[in-house]
């Protein structure tokens, strides 16, 4: 009798002690991730991103967003430099020498796919090899 309310009693304060540890558990995730959340709102985006600026190849997306205005920008050069009204296509010429793939009919030579040539800057490219725009 007495041993066997000992084992009961044991085995209630395992059961316990279990219980204990999985509340413990469960309430520390969840006050690790409230932390978080409020870092990230106190801090805001750019306080956490800042390291990655200064070293673009850490975070791509930042390193595209960054060169997109200067995507754009190179993008309204050739479009100038090889527009119908261009007094010369010299200017032309060297901008679209080394992306002259793009705008390529023959599939075969094509890189119009290639999202790693960023062919839709030099779409304007197409002037030198369209008859018709001349």
Known sequence: ???DGNISAQTNMR????????????????????TC??????????????DKRNDPSKVQSTY??????EMLQLAEQVTIACGVSSSGMS????LCHNHMCCVEQDDEYSCKS????DCAVYAGCVALID????
């Open 114 to 117: 290639d999202v790693t040539k």
């Open 1 to 3: 009798g007495k041993e």
């Open 91 to 94: 200017t032309c010429k060297e």
């Open 131 to 134: 008859d018709n725009l001349w």
């Open 37 to 50: 959340i409020v870092l990230v709102l106190a801090l805001g985006d750019n306080a956490l991103h800042a």
């Open 64 to 69: 595209y967003s960054t060169n997109q205005q």
């Open 15 to 34: 059961e316990w002690v279990v219980r204990c540890q999985v509340i413990v558990s469960v309430l520390s995730i969840v006050v690790g991730v409230v």
